[in-house]
């Protein structure tokens, strides 16, 4: 069903302000999305914005928190009831926190995570209480009228947006209840990734449903097989395996063996029957990893497997129906493949079915400093260590540098860190080989090219300045060049102010 018609006949009068058919809010489908719609109508408003949504029934019990924080807020566990004051409001209501409250446990934890100031108002429908909206701030007086007047005349609209992603939420819940398959949220959850890895996380939630071939591109140790790993766990075939096979790890013979399994005595050492990675990955999911290594002669008897759905073991005479979905990934340039002769067309067409592009870390610039908390917080468990954090010093020169083994070779950083650490700070130093030069640095910048580092840099000044190019807090005013200049650069790039901040 159409859920933006079920929205429309939910809500058939106008006393919420909501208006059915306005394109922002019927475009919303997720908590990202959604967010991202309250930010564009607050942002003239608010110049940093925080956020918790609470969706509760009449009694303030808790179904959904939904947050976005623009502060240090990290708020890690969020009550399960809330009283009923949080929703008595029909305008907004702003409250100063100046010390914990014993009766409220949630304003206690706003409190204590730093929150000065929450700008309160309830989300209702034709009087029905849905939840409550909150801005939060570590600072006083920051919501002037305006910003109440604003919100009181878009909370309509901000009702129908929740709206639209509870009942997305809610049919998904259903779906996976039928099929087993987890919660994307909660898959979601265990990655590290800001603005830079959203389009790739918005086609895994696409794609992970449905039966279609994946094909994952992307450096090595970008999180090819954490993503394959994330698809299969989404799907409705969770509960079967999920099969790999490293396809560069083989010479040709054994790999044929491993993916599709031989009679006894079907070459010298096949001394009894063997299920290949095909079969064994039957109603489950069969993950191809390095599918450019795969020999030439191997390329042709995979397409024929994937294409009819059957196999047959070496040394056999028998067809077998597999019921596989294929899960690819490669960090070479398949097309280049194919022009060189080393990759069948026919097959990259059969592997080409929705394609993942998954961005290196110096793309991802902004992901570091929760991949190192994340990394470090993993190895310090794994290896009983007390480590308290990163030490802040080191952060600049980690984002200097061009991490050409990504997630992977950061991973090995922190974790050499953690076995070593003396101190309850941890120092991550780069090698200094491949740091890009820095103003004290007088060695030539390696690997960079000037235009990546041009790119690097203004993708970073757009996201540090919410997109905005002209006037004080503009990125060109940061980057200390004419807004035109910057507008000419970002050109020339290819640089899209849209797909920067998404
Ligand atoms: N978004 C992420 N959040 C947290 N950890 C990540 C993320 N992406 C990758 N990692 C971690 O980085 C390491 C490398 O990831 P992964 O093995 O999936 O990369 P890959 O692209 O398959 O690499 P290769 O091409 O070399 O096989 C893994 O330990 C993985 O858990």
């Known amino acids: 069903m159409e859920l933006f018609g079920l929205l429309q006949w939910l809500l058939p009068g106008n006393n919420t302000g909501f208006q059915p058919d306005h394109d922002a809010v019927k475009g919303i489908k997720n908590e990202e999305e959604l967010m991202a719609f309250i930010q564009s109508v607050l942002r003239p408003y608010l ?4 956020m918790l949504i609470g969706i509760a029934d009449a009694n303030g019990a808790i179904a959904f928190w939904w947050m976005h924080t623009e502060h240090a807020f990290l708020f890690p566990e969020l009550p399960e009831r809330v009283p009923a004051a949080w929703f008595s409001n029909t305008t907004s209501n702003i409250l100063e ?52 007047a604003i ?90 395996q999920m099969v790999k096979v490293n396809c560069a790890a083989l010479p040709a013979q054994l790999i044929e063996s491993e993916l599709f399994g031989h009679e006894k005595g079907a070459f010298t050492g096949a001394l009894q029957r063997r299920i290949g990675k095909f079969e064994l990955a039957d109603k489950g999911t069969l993950f191809l990893d390095e599918v450019g290594e795969l020999p030439l002669e191997l390329q042709a008897k995979l397409l024929r497997a994937i294409q009819e759905k059957e196999i047959e073991r070496l040394g056999g005479n028998e067809t077998i129906k597999v019921d596989v979905r294929i899960i690819a990934a490669t960090n070479r340039n398949l097309e280049n493949e194919i022009a060189a002769g080393r990759f069948r067309e026919d097959l990259y067409y059969r592997l080409f079915v929705f394609p993942i592009k998954l961005p290196p870390l110096r793309e991802r610039l902004d992901d570091i400093p929760l991949l190192l908390q994340h990394i470090a917080g993993n190895a310090a468990r794994r290896y009983e260590r007390h480590i308290k954090g990163i030490d802040p010093a080191c952060i600049p020169a980690l984002l200097a540098y061009r991490w050409p083994g990504n997630i992977r070779e950061l991973e090995n950083l922190v974790e050499r860190a953690v076995i070593a650490a003396t101190d309850p700070y941890i120092m991550i130093v780069p090698p200094q080989s491949r740091r890009v030069a820095s103003s004290s640095d007088t060695s030539p910048p390696p690997t960079t090219s000037l235009a990546d580092a041009e790119r690097t840099t203004i993708i970073q000044a757009l996201r540090q300045c919410n997109g905005k190019i002209r006037g004080p807090q503009g990125a060109a005013a940061m980057l200390d060049i004419k807004p035109t200049t910057l507008e000419a650069r970002m050109k020339k790039l290819g640089i899209v102010k849209e797909h920067v901040l998404r």
């Open 151 to 240: 919100v009181n005349t878009s909370a309509g609209l901000f009702v129908a947006a929740c709206l639209q992603v509870l009942l997305i939420q809610l049919t998904e819940e259903h779906r996976q209840k039928m099929t087993g398959a987890l919660p994307l949220a909660v898959i979601k959850a265990e990655m590290i990734g800001g603005a830079a890895l959203q389009p790739a996380l918005r086609l895994l939630s696409q794609v992970a449903p449905t039966p279609a071939t994946v094909l994952l591109t992307g450096e090595t140790g970008t999180g090819k097989e954490l993503f394959a790993a994330a698809i299969h766990q989404a799907s409705p075939r969770r509960r079967q």
């Open 47 to 50: 110049h940093t914005i925080s």
């Open 97 to 148: 926190l100046n010390a914990p409250d014993r009766r409220d446990a949630f304003q206690t934890t706003l409190f204590k995570n730093g929150v000065k100031e929450v700008l309160i108002h309830s989300l209702q429908i034709q009087q029905k209480n849905l939840g409550f909206l909150c801005l939060l701030s570590d600072t006083k007086n920051t919501f002037p009228v305006a910003v109440q």
